[in-house]
């Protein structure tokens, strides 16, 4: 069971985006439960304001640390009165570790995770000194906010929560398996716009179709992405076969 909890300024957001589909079922047959807390609610002032100009000068606002402390202490109140851990704070910045499927799978095995999701220029950086465990990236891009990055990484994570994914397909077994992209797929019909099924996936023939699906999984993260067959697990048999479409490669450049 995993408990999300998420400080933003915009719950409605990340609620709705979180609500359909996979997350939805897991939600509802008690697999997460997602909670989001608008930190405008811990606001003292009448105004509610959540930020203010930088000291320094600069263009944008910031965001105070006051209401997010105050967002944060209810959340981790909640999860000490349910008798579980402090939980781990995962502030998302385009600065942070950039997250990946190994990071998916060990955050899974928490109980609870909290997300700050930062907004205009910045957070007053006394707050994440405070309680700032883990400061997470979904990629070398900038967005206008953490609430898509807290999402991706959510939906990631779930995958990896046991009973989420209700098939025997585990979220394991996909992309990334053994650090492969996955082979295609087909469904029928066995012909659609002149293209025909391969012959092998026809054949009933177990050995031979896992065979062309794991050469097929090498030959696609070569051509797509080489940087992963550097921790890629393959037999030996496999290894040749790389080897083999490696020198057909360098053939047709010489
Ligand atoms: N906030 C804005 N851009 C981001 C990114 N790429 N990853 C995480 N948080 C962000």
Redesign the pocket.
């Known amino acids: 069971m995993m408990h999300y909890h998420i400080l933003t300024l915009f719950p409605e957001m990340v609620l709705s985006g979180l609500a359909t589909s996979i997350l939805g079922r897991a939600e509802k047959n008690g697999y997460i439960t997602i909670e989001a807390s608008n930190i405008r609610d811990f606001t003292e002032d009448k105004h509610r304001h959540v930020d203010d100009y930088p000291y320094g000068g600069g263009a944008g606002m910031v965001m105070q640390a006051e209401p997010i402390y105050k967002a944060y202490q209810s959340v981790e109140e909640k999860i000490l009165t349910q008798g579980r851990k402090k939980p781990r704070v995962i502030y998302?910045?385009?600065q942070?570790k950039v997250?990946s499927q190994q990071d998916a799978k060990l955050f899974a095995k928490e109980e609870d995770l909290v997300f700050l999701?930062?907004h205009y220029e910045g957070v007053d950086e006394r707050i994440l000194e405070e309680i700032v465990t883990d400061t997470?990236?979904?990629?070398?891009?900038?967005?206008?906010?953490?609430e898509?990055?807290?999402m991706?990484m959510i939906d990631a994570i779930s995958r990896m929560v046991p009973g989420v994914l209700s098939n025997e397909a585990s979220g394991e077994f996909e992309s990334f398996h053994d650090n492969l992209l996955e082979y295609p797929q087909y469904t029928r019909p066995v012909e659609y716009h002149g293209k025909r099924v391969p012959d092998v996936l026809l054949s009933g023939h177990h050995a031979n179709i896992e065979r062309w699906r794991r050469e097929q999984s090498i030959e696609r993260t070569l051509k797509w992405r080489p940087d992963l067959l550097e921790d890629a697990i393959l037999t030996p048999k496999e290894q040749q076969y790389l080897e083999r479409l490696i020198e057909i490669e360098n053939r047709i450049r010489e």
């Open positions: 998302m910045t385009p942070g997250f999701c930062g997470m990236s979904i990629g070398d891009y900038v967005l206008t906010g953490g898509l990055p807290a991706v």
